[in-house]
T-cell receptor, first 115, second 111 residues
Framework: AAGVIQSPRHLIKEKRETATLKCYPI?????VYWYQQGPGQDPQFLIS???????DKGSIPDRFSAQQFSDYHSELNMSSLELGDSALYFC??????????????FGQGTRLTVV | LAKTTQPISMDSYEGQEVNITCSHN???????ITWYQQFPSQGPRFIIQ???TKVTNEVASLFIPADRKSSTLSLPRVSLSDTAVYYC????????????FGAGTRLTVKP
């Protein structure tokens, strides 16, 4: 079965550089979520999209932006990278389903290292 | 958003039943209770969801009392591979897309 695909899997950037993370949701899933997880921490909700529109916003820094495209894939753009941005970034997708209404599927994550 | 509170960590032994309780005093009428499992460096994985009473699937059971202010995830006969962090979430992805993780419970299963 198709899963959520994230690319790249690993990324190394220098401080003040920019990075773009991509997420390809499961086909027919119309909602995408982004999370940041630092070492030893719990996943922090950044932002979500439903039907290509921003839906909810969490603790996403102003230096970050995201969007969902017409094919439902999503990109997280990160600028002026800081050492503290080093983390695992997860994308998840879910269908708007009355029965499986809280089930989201996560990708394998992108490990971003800022040096 | 309903805040959740879980124990920080729990230890168990192989073959035992493990019960992890989550408190969510401010749960809203439309909210569902969901549990996720996360292994190191992997994305969280859905385990079970419920609204009230008891739900059982092939991996776990979820017990929710009538007031819905808490819930208990029950893992029967755990094995070493059940060592992971378990998260309780409260919300409803059908009506909103704000899915936040609180502090999870780190379960360690010993031989």
């Amino acid at each position: 079965a198709a899963g959520v695909i994230q690319s790249p899997r690993h990324l190394i950037k220098e401080k003040r550089e920019t990075a773009t993370l991509k997420c390809y949701p499961i086909p027919r899933h119309d909602t995408v979520y982004w999370y940041q997880q630092g070492p030893g921490q719990d996943p922090q909700f950044l932002i979500s999209f439903y039907e290509k529109m921003q839906s909810d916003k969490g603790s996403i820094p102003d230096r970050f932006s995201a969007q969902q495209f017409s094919d439902y894939h999503s990109e997280l753009n990160m600028s002026s990278l800081e050492l503290g941005d080093s983390a695992l970034y997860f994308c998840a997708s879910s269908p708007r389903d009355r029965v499986r209404r809280t089930e989201a599927f996560f990708g394998q994550g992108t490990r971003l290292t800022v040096v | 958003l309903a805040k959740t509170t879980q124990p920080i960590s729990m230890d168990s032994y192989e073959g035992q039943e493990v019960n992890i309780t989550c408190s969510h005093n401010n749960i809203a009428t439309n909210d569902y209770i969901t549990w996720y499992q996360q292994f190191p460096s992997q994305g969280p994985r859905f385990i079970i969801q419920g609204y009230k009473t008891k739900v059982t699937n092939e991996v776990a059971s979820l017990f929710i009392p009538a007031d819905r202010k808490s819930s208990t995830l029950s893992l029967p006969r755990v094995s070493l591979s059940d060592t992971a962090v378990y998260y309780c979430l409260v919300g409803d992805l059908y009506n909103n897309n704000d899915m936040r993780f609180g502090a999870g419970t780190r379960l360690t299963v010993k031989p």
